[in-house]
């Protein structure tokens, strides 16, 4: 059988053994086991017909999950909730260009290392504008002075505690930097006049707002206004 299939390949036709049933085709196993050999295949062949049903279910897409979405109950808003929330101030376009732009210049103390800032956020940005608007600050002439300021960052204690650290840059200015050092010498004056310009700009009360939105801010009590609907 072995020659005779070797015979058929060489020859280039198909030499009619099969290990499979195609009706038709002669399968081996009617040769090995001629008693008998139909009831045998016949079962093999079920089997292998159940495995195809389930290989071929497989491959097909599979059915959509079924889905049910739970009720959702309106939130029922009081008069005086959506009346309060009416009356809450919408902060002017101009006031939100000038958040923006405190976000890109202004820090903020970190309270756990010392001498140490963040960046300000600009959900930050915009409650600070709109805080120092309300205290009656000209937020216009203060970004004016920021833009103006040589250097990047702005720590915003320096509005809230002007006279603090101008005194500090001072007594360093005395104590800490060579006297022949101008450019260091320099640019402390610079931090100096910069932070007592902005203590014309930020009255009292306004510094005092400034230090309990810090001590918010600093320690994560800080939320955005929620609208109720």
């Known amino acids: 059988m072995k020659a005779e299939v070797e015979a ?48 071929e279910q497989q491959r097909e897409t599979p059915p959509t999950p079924p889905y049910t979405p739970p009720s959702v109950e309106s939130k029922e808003v009081d008069l005086e909730t959506f009346l309060e929330v009416l009356r809450r101030p919408w902060l002017d376009p101009e006031l939100h260009k000038v958040a ?38 000209d937020i216009q002439a203060l970004l004016a002075q920021i833009e103006a300021w040589p250097y990047q960052n702005v720590a915003l204690d320096w509005l809230s505690e002007p006279e603090k650290n101008a005194a500090l840059i001072c007594q360093a200015m005395e104590i800490s930097i060579d006297p022949d050092d101008e450019a260091e010498l320099t640019r402390f004056r610079q931090h100096r006049d910069f932070i007592l310009t902005l203590a014309r700009l930020i009255p009292p009360d306004a510094r ?11 320690h994560g009590a800080f939320v955005a206004p929620d609208i109720p609907f």
């Not at 290990?19 to 399968?27: A, E, L, Q, R, S």
């Not at 140490?116 to 009656?136: F, K």
């Open 8 to 55: 058929a390949e060489l020859e280039g036709h198909e030499h009619g053994w099969q290990w499979y049933y195609d009706d038709g085709g002669y399968p081996l196993i009617a040769h090995y086991d001629p008693e008998g050999w139909d009831a045998r295949w016949a079962e093999e062949r079920a089997d292998l017909e159940v495995q195809q049903a389930e290989q």
């Open 208 to 218: 005092l707002w400034l230090q309990g939105w810090l001590e918010a801010v600093a």
């Open 100 to 137: 923006g732009k405190l976000a890109e210049r202004c820090d903020v103390p970190v309270p756990s290392a010392r001498f140490d800032y963040r960046r300000l956020t600009r959900t930050e940005a915009t409650s600070l504008v709109a805080g120092l608007h309300q205290q009656g600050v």
